[in-house]
């Protein structure tokens, strides 16, 4: 079974900068969720989704971070303009179904902002 | 907001000796689950558990969830340097629609050899 699928693995970009990050979930999940994971610290959930519909989204900063899921499989995550604080790795995860199953996360795609 | 608590933060130690970590929550949890993550890697599902007071176990690592459902503990038994990793937990709060999973912190735990 293929995991959970992320591009780029890695970005440098410049404050003010604009990035965009992509995921494809494991297939047939319906639960797609995008995590902030700064250094040392837990992962931070930034927006969850079931199937194309945003079922939590209330720690994402809506002023410069945007996430869509057309057609409930893929998933892109915006971030615009980048700040300084916005490094971070960014992982995508998937699980069947709703919160409480298991979550399959992919490989996370690193993003420096210089 | 609701918390899970996981401590400690960080633990040292040599190889052979045990390690435990603990998740504690003031409210009840519908489950918990664990998770480790490697340095410079992503989080790994390792075990979910949802009854009071259930116990499981994977070779040297041992999972309890309290009778209560607010606290639960992972164990590792003559840890080696392969176990290496910051552990997880992640706790299932609410019902319904107001159901979220709630990350601890994690505590890293390093082996010397």
């Known amino acids: 079974e293929a995991g959970v699928a992320q591009s780029p693995r890695y970005k440098i970009i410049e404050k003010r900068q604009s990035v965009a990050f992509w995921c494809n979930p494991i297939?047939?999940?319906?639960?797609l969720y995008w995590y902030q994971q700064i250094l040392g610290q837990g992962p931070k959930l930034l927006i969850q989704?079931?199937?194309?519909?945003?079922?939590?989204d209330s720690q994402l900063p809506k002023d410069r971070f945007s996430a869509e899921r057309l057609k409930g499989v893929d998933s892109t995550l915006k971030i615009q303009p980048a700040k300084l604080e916005d490094s971070a790795v960014y992982l995508c995860a998937s699980s069947p179904l709703t919160v409480g199953n298991t979550i399959y996360f992919g490989e996370g795609s690193w993003l420096t902002v210089v | 907001g609701q918390q899970v608590m996981q401590i400690p933060q960080y633990q040292h130690v040599q190889e052979g000796e045990d390690f435990t970590t603990y998740c504690n929550s003031s409210t009840t949890l519908s489950n918990i689950q664990w998770y480790k993550q490697r340095p410079g890697g992503h989080p790994v599902f390792l075990i979910q558990?949802?009854?009071s007071g259930e116990v499981k176990k994977q070779k040297r690592l041992t999972f309890q969830f309290g009778e209560a459902k607010k606290n639960s503990s992972l164990h590792i038994t003559a840890t080696q340097t392969t176990d290496v990793g910051t552990y997880f937990c992640?706790?299932?709060?609410?019902?319904?629609?107001?159901?979220?999973?709630?990350w601890g912190l994690g505590t890293s735990l390093a082996v010397n050899p």
């Open positions: 297939s047939g999940h319906a639960t």
């Open positions: 558990l949802v009854k």
């Open positions: 989704f079931q199937n194309n519909g945003v079922v939590d």
């Open positions: 992640a706790a299932l709060l609410g019902a319904g629609n107001n159901r979220k999973l709630i």
